[in-house]
């Protein structure tokens, strides 16, 4: 059974630090793993998906690693702002031959302070 | 387009009673998936649909009935609701061409449930 653990589950840092969220899973065979945002009372918003091929994908200040064979994922946040402040969640799909069922961390709650 | 969309947003059941949370998508999806998120952890999928007329169990689906008899809509049943199903339930969509390594799932604002 696919199991995914987050480090920290809480992080807080001054505004403009650079900062780093760990993500391990126990199954290395997967198709592919994403990270997501949420914000307090809302639903989930999709950052990054690393295809399970690839070993990092980047959008503006957010950099996510991959390294399937240790069973590992690193969310990169550079510069953080308060509006970086919310819940990170890490999920990654398995080696399932139907559907495309997600199998998600705990999440690291992030504050960001000015 | 709308995306996921949920209704109600919140509500607060006694034991006992029943109810269904609504989901729709118009983004022509394929896929749909029901979640459910206790406070501090993460997301457990409760069922999921791979195309209109076809459900199956995911992690944690005693209590709860789907159904998908349309590809927009995939509402789910609670039948005799207990306290421990108070919880948020978020509904997901994605699109499955192939077998493939995947895309990624949209998910709705939400419904927060408390069974009292």
């Known amino acids: 059974k696919q199991e995914v653990t987050q480090i920290p589950a809480a992080l807080s840092v001054p505004e403009g630090e650079n900062l780093v969220l760990n993500c391990s899973f126990t199954?290395?065979?997967?198709?592919?793993l994403q990270w997501f945002r949420q914000d307090p009372g809302k639903g989930l918003t999709s950052l990054l998906l690393?295809?399970?091929?690839?070993r990092e994908q980047t959008s503006g200040r957010l950099n996510a690693s991959l390294d399937k064979s240790s069973g590992r994922s690193t969310l990169y946040i550079a510069a953080s702002q308060p509006g970086d402040s919310a819940t990170y969640l890490c999920?990654?799909?398995?080696?399932?031959?139907?559907?495309?069922?997600?199998?998600f961390g705990e999440g690291t709650q992030l504050t960001v302070n000015p | 387009n709308a995306g996921v969309t949920q209704t109600p947003k919140f509500r607060i059941l006694k034991i006992g009673q029943s109810m269904t949370l609504q989901c729709t998508q118009d983004?022509?999806?394929?896929?749909m998936y029901w979640y459910r998120q206790d406070p501090g952890m993460g997301l457990k999928l409760i069922y999921y649909?791979?195309?209109?007329?076809?459900?199956d169990k995911g992690e944690v689906p005693n209590g709860y009935n789907v159904s998908r008899s349309t590809t927009e809509d995939f509402p789910l049943r609670l039948e005799l609701a207990a306290p421990s199903q108070t919880s948020v339930y978020f509904c997901?969509?994605?699109?499955?061409?192939?077998?493939?390594?995947?895309?990624?799932?949209?998910f709705g604002p939400g419904t927060r449930l408390l069974v009292l």
């Open positions: 983004m022509n999806h394929n896929y």
């Open positions: 690393i295809q399970s091929s690839q």
């Open positions: 997901a969509s994605s699109y499955w061409a192939a077998v493939s390594e995947g895309t990624t799932q949209y």
């Open positions: 649909s791979v195309g209109a007329g076809i459900t």
């Open positions: 999920a990654v799909r398995a080696g399932e031959t139907s559907g495309s069922r997600l199998t």
């Open positions: 199954d290395s065979a997967i198709y592919n």
